[in-house]
């Protein structure tokens, strides 16, 4: 047998016998599985496609799903996803993003726009540096974040918040921002390298155009906290209400105060001390107050939390982390406003160990419109925040799901279908396909109850399968989740896909191990006709 390679592609010369290509089939070759380098943690929007291996069709991704060398990853233009990268780091790639991870160590932005963030203890082990790849150029990684944007004219625009990004041979160090090409580089400060991360955060989105800014920093914020302990991110838990909340001193006073308050020393001056001394207790008694303080009942099953109402408040955020600065969150719930607000602790809620504190925020909410949609913002009166904070010891709660009812499966004559009952007070559901070794093969979010297999979701093999349905509250918590076993018996399907570009030649002279072994195949029935 002659083998030649030319530009990628395998040329078979001569005779090749069956043994051969069968001992290659059952031996070595088929041995070796793609290696996954990465894994999809979370989907934000319709659809996250992916184009794998030889595959010269799209198809669309899920959460959870192993991502493996040389595999493309494509965001449609209302769709946010978080990649997780075995070697430890994460990377947000925003809508209308494209990326192709080449290996365990580096990641290639097509186009689009991708934020990133690398644990540089992980990487100062077996793997020194990081690479991220554009048409403007190679950027090396030791432990860093920054976010970075691939231009259709062929150049890149690099924003570091933290950590240091070599670029062709220059390094660009946090507050800095750069733009590059093959043949060019510039640097440039967007803000004091000085200050917090935060605030150097804020300033790097605010570089980014805003309809890409308005998905993709809540999105980031969600895959900053995120926790393998929570199993799932809920859309709405670590939203831009969240973090306004945590972020609530920076907001500044409310004008109309400053207003009436010289009014009423204008009134003083001119008409007299005792009408404008009215005027100002009138007005200071119309001010909301803060609350100054909230009573903890755990002489039930379930803790309750209650306070005093705040005047002018449209709702209340609770927010209860276990550290004072609210970044490790366990659980979060809103409460409308009433003479006196209260809230109980959910039965489905996360654990709370006996013995551990806990810290509770309450936060008083206005309704505003910003970046043309209303949301809530904490309520601030002089520039005071007028919310309270509280320890909360844990009564060694632990969760109880309640039941997703009326579950069932079908696929046996056609295309995987479930369908179950409303659960009281779901927002959305998680339907998980799993395979007769447990392992879920494919999971999607519905706000309904049915759920039919996309036509460009994953081929399923012949055989047994089983369906999984969780049930989320309005803050991404898991409140319910289907007892029985769902199973349900497939005869083979496939998936139809979207047609996509041809995958580029391997410029190392090499074809996934699949690859090859079909070319060898075809081979050996050429020659042997």
Known sequence: ???????????????????????????????????????????????????????????????????????????????????????????????????????????????????????????????????????????????????????????????????????????????????????????????????????????????????????????????????????????????????????????????????????????????????????????????????????VNNSGSLPTFTWDEVKRADQYSIVLAKDQDATDVVWYGTVPQSDKPSITYPSYGPELASGTSYWLFVSPQVKEKKDGEEMYVPQTLNGKHLGHTTRVSGTGHTPVYGDVNGAEAMGATGTPEVRWKEVTGARTYQVMIQNASGETVWSDEVSGTSYTYPATARALPSGEYSARVEAYDSTGIKMAETKATVAFSSPGWEAAGLEGPPREEDTQGALPVNELLESLRTALVVSTK
Request: no cysteine.
């Open 1 to 295: 047998m002659k083998v030649n390679w030319k530009n990628g592609h395998l040329v078979v010369a001569g005779t090749l016998t069956f043994g051969l290509v069968v001992g290659m089939g059952e031996g070595a070759l088929a041995q070796e599985k793609p290696q996954q380098v990465a894994k999809v943690i979370d989907i934000d929007g319709p659809q996250l496609k992916t184009n794998r291996l030889k595959e010269a069709k799209w198809y669309q991704a899920y959460q959870t799903m192993p991502t493996f060398y040389k595999e493309r990853l494509e965001a449609d233009s209302k769709t946010t996803a978080t990649i997780e990268f075995l070697v430890g780091g994460k990377a947000v790639i925003a809508p209308g993003t494209e990326v192709e991870v080449l290996n365990k160590e580096v990641l290639k932005v097509k186009s689009g726009t991708v934020w990133a963030q690398f644990d540089k203890q992980k990487l100062a082990g077996e793997n020194k540096r990081f690479q991220i790849q554009t048409a403007g150029g190679v950027m090396g990684i030791e432990g860093t974040e920054f976010i970075v944007k691939a231009n259709p004219d062929g150049t890149t625009e690099l924003i570091v918040v933290e950590g240091a990004v070599s670029v062709n041979d220059n390094m660009v160090t946090p507050g800095n921002q750069a733009t590059f090409g093959r043949q060019s580089f510039q640097r440039k400060a967007f803000h004091a390298a000085t200050d917090p991360i935060g605030a150097i955060r804020d300033a790097a989105f605010q570089n980014v155009d805003p309809a890409t800014r308005s998905v993709l920093r809540p999105v980031v914020n969600r895959a900053l906290w995120y926790g393998i302990s929570r199993g799932r991110l809920g859309r709405f838990f670590y939203s831009r209400e969240l973090w306004y909340a945590r972020r609530a001193a920076r907001f500044v006073s409310n004008p109309e105060d400053a207003a009436v308050d010289e009014a009423a020393s204008q009134v003083s001056r001119r008409v007299g001390f005792g009408l404008g001394g009215a005027m100002r207790r009138a007005h200071n008694d119309s001010k909301p107050k803060p609350i100054r303080s909230i009573d």
